[in-house]
C-alpha cells in the first residue's frame, strides 16, 4: 500500500468538502487511523498563545480501547514538559518522533512509564502539527499490543498531512 499518496490524498479529499472544523478533524483522525492500521488515533488540539491543549478528536478500532478525551482545556506548558519528552519535543519545535517501541525508545526520547500508564500503548506517532514557530497540534496513531517499524512511506504520508490539518485546528480552537 503506497500510503504516502493514499493517506494525502485522502485528507486533500476530507479538506476538499468544506466541512466545519470539528466534523473536518474528526474525519482525518478516522482516515489516519484505519490508513495506517492502528489501533487508536488521537489529536491534541492546542492554542499556542494560552499555552494549553486538549485531546480533542479520537478513533478506536475498537470501543473497549481508552478514549482518552479531554474535555477541559490543560496547560501544557508548565510541568507537563518535564515529565514527557514527547510533548517538549513539539514545544521545541523539533521533528515528529516516530517510537517503533517504546521499551526500547530510551528516556533520551520518552519517558516509558508516563506513556503506558497515561496512554497504554506500545508504538506510536507523536506527529507535531507546528506553524510559525508554534505548536498546534499533535496528531498521534498508535498501536498497543505489538511493536511497528514505521516506514519511509508512512512517515511521508504523515509529514504531508501535517501542515494540511492546521488550518482546521487553528479554526477549532479559534
Same mark, same amino acid.
Given at each position: 500500500? &503506497?500510503?504516502?499518496?493514499?493517506? #494525502?490524498?485522502?485528507?486533500?479529499?476530507?479538506?476538499?468538502?468544506? *466541512?466545519?472544523?470539528d466534523k473536518t478533524l474528526n474525519e482525518a483522525v478516522r482516515i489516519v487511523g484505519?490508513?495506517?492500521?492502528?489501533?487508536?488515533?488521537?489529536?491534541? %488540539?492546542?492554542?499556542?498563545?494560552?499555552?494549553?491543549?486538549?485531546?480533542?478528536?479520537?478513533?478506536?478500532?475498537?470501543?473497549?480501547?481508552?478514549?482518552?478525551?479531554?474535555?477541559?482545556?490543560?496547560?501544557?506548558?508548565?510541568?507537563?514538559?518535564?515529565?514527557?519528552?514527547?510533548?517538549?519535543?513539539?514545544? &521545541?519545535?523539533?521533528?515528529?518522533? *516516530? %517510537?517503533?517501541?517504546?521499551?526500547?525508545?530510551? #528516556?533520551?526520547?520518552?519517558?516509558?512509564?508516563?506513556?503506558?500508564?497515561?496512554?497504554?500503548?506500545?508504538?506510536? %506517532?507523536?506527529?507535531?502539527?507546528?506553524?510559525?514557530?508554534?505548536?498546534?497540534?499533535?496528531?498521534? #496513531?498508535?498501536?498497543?499490543?505489538?511493536?511497528?517499524?514505521?516506514?519511509? &512511506?508512512?512517515?511521508?504520508?504523515?509529514?504531508?498531512?501535517? #501542515?494540511?490539518?492546521?488550518?482546521?485546528?487553528?479554526?477549532?480552537?479559534?
Amino acid at each position: 500500500m &503506497n500510503i504516502a499518496n493514499q493517506l #494525502p490524498n485522502a485528507i486533500d479529499d476530507l479538506l476538499d468538502k468544506k *466541512y466545519t472544523a470539528d466534523k473536518t478533524l474528526n474525519e482525518a483522525v478516522r482516515i489516519v487511523g484505519e490508513t495506517l492500521g492502528t489501533d487508536r488515533c488521537f489529536l491534541y %488540539v492546542r492554542q499556542p498563545d494560552q499555552e494549553r491543549g486538549r485531546i480533542a478528536f479520537i478513533w478506536r478500532k475498537d470501543g473497549q480501547i481508552d478514549k482518552l478525551f479531554q474535555p477541559d482545556w490543560g496547560d501544557d506548558t508548565t510541568d507537563l514538559p518535564q515529565r514527557d519528552p514527547l510533548i517538549r519535543a513539539g514545544l &521545541n519545535m523539533e521533528p515528529s518522533r *516516530y %517510537v517503533d517501541d517504546i521499551k526500547a525508545a530510551g #528516556p533520551g526520547v520518552l519517558n516509558e512509564e508516563f506513556e503506558h500508564k497515561t496512554f497504554g500503548h506500545r508504538a506510536l %506517532v507523536h506527529a507535531h502539527i507546528q506553524k510559525d514557530g508554534q505548536l498546534w497540534g499533535i496528531l498521534q #496513531p498508535c498501536l498497543f499490543e505489538q511493536t511497528h517499524h514505521w516506514t519511509d &512511506n508512512e512517515k511521508t504520508g504523515m509529514e504531508a498531512i501535517l #501542515p494540511k490539518l492546521q488550518p482546521a485546528i487553528a479554526e477549532f480552537v479559534g
